[in-house]
Nanobody
Framework: QVQLVESGGGLVQAGGSLRLSCVAS????????MAWFRQAPGKEREFVAT????????YYADSVKGRFTISRVNAKNTVYLQMNSLKPEDTAVYYC?????????????????WGQGTQVTVSS
C-alpha cells in the first residue's frame, strides 16, 4: 500500500516555473514506477510524465517534452516534476500516481495509487 501527497502547486505567470513534489509513504517506494497526470476543468485526466523505478528511464507527453522534467530521490520517497516555460494551457490539477509495473506506462488504468492533487494555475 502506498499513500501519495503532492505539494508545490500555485499561481504563476506564463513563462514561469514551478516544482511539484510527491512524497510517498511505505518502505518499497523505490520499486514503484511513478508518474504525473493532470486534469484541466472540463477535460479528462491526461498523462504528463513517468519515471521507471529501476532504470530511471523517463517518458513524457508531447505537450510537455522539453519543458518539464520528472525525477525521483528514492532515499526521500519523493518524485518531482520541474515545470519550466509554463503556458496557460498547463493550468490543471496535477496528480501523482504509482504502479508496481516495471515498465513506462501512460494509461490511467496502469496506476494503482493516486494522490489528492495540487492545483497549478498559469496566468497569461
Amino acid at each position: 500500500q502506498v499513500q501519495l501527497v503532492e505539494s508545490g502547486g500555485g499561481l504563476v505567470q506564463a513563462g514561469g516555473s514551478l516544482r511539484l513534489s510527491c512524497v510517498a509513504s511505505g518502505r518499497t517506494f523505490s520499486r514503484y514506477t511513478m508518474a504525473w497526470f493532470r486534469q484541466a476543468p472540463g477535460k479528462e485526466r491526461e498523462f504528463v510524465a513517468t519515471i521507471n523505478w529501476s532504470s530511471g528511464s523517463t517518458y513524457y507527453a508531447d505537450s510537455v517534452k522539453g519543458r518539464f522534467t520528472i525525477s525521483r530521490v528514492n532515499a526521500k520517497n519523493t518524485v518531482y516534476l520541474q515545470m519550466n516555460s509554463l503556458k496557460p494551457e498547463d493550468t490543471a490539477v496535477y496528480y501523482c500516481a504509482a504502479t508496481l509495473l516495471n515498465i513506462l506506462v501512460a494509461g490511467l488504468n496502469d496506476y494503482n495509487y493516486w494522490g489528492q492533487g495540487t492545483q497549478v494555475t498559469v496566468s497569461s
